[in-house]
């Protein structure tokens, strides 16, 4: 089992950057494709990024695309999701989570939440206009 514990949330104003972290402890974290979701007041929560194990595969919301960069350091059993140019409309509980599968590489359905098996609790992003 993976534990995963997410960082970096905060508030921040519009057009403002944050890099959110995620800390992976437990096994065999370095074999998981990982992503990062988010989850609105009142709302489903919805996927934000990808990254394969290698980092080499990376897929991203249309909504976040040339905006947001998920990486990863292996050695340090860290995932990141650097934010910038933050709107109001990215303030959210954000979460990372662990592919359920461990072939490292992200699932065809990686935007669906059901293709994740670990989640963090969350960290609070609040952008303000």
């Known amino acids: 089992q993976v534990q995963l514990v997410e960082s970096g949330g905060g508030l921040v104003q519009t057009g403002g950057s944050l890099r959110l972290s995620c800390a992976a402890s437990?096994?065999?974290?370095?074999?998981?494709?990982m992503g990062w979701f988010r989850q609105a007041a009142g709302k489903e929560r919805e996927f934000v990024a990808a990254i394969s194990y290698g980092g080499r595969n990376r897929q991203y919301a249309d909504s976040v695309k040339g905006r947001f960069t998920i990486s990863r350091d292996n050695a340090k059993n860290t995932v990141y999701l650097q934010m910038n140019s933050l709107k109001p409309e990215d303030t959210a509980v954000y979460y990372c989570?662990?592919?359920?599968?461990?072939?490292?590489?992200?699932?065809?359905?990686?935007?669906?939440?059901?293709?994740?098996?670990?989640w963090g609790q969350g960290t609070q992003v609040t952008v303000s206009s």
């Open positions: 989570a662990t592919d359920r599968s461990r072939s490292g590489s992200i699932s065809t359905t990686y935007y669906l939440e059901n293709s994740y098996g670990s």
């Open positions: 437990g096994r065999t974290f370095i074999t998981y494709a």
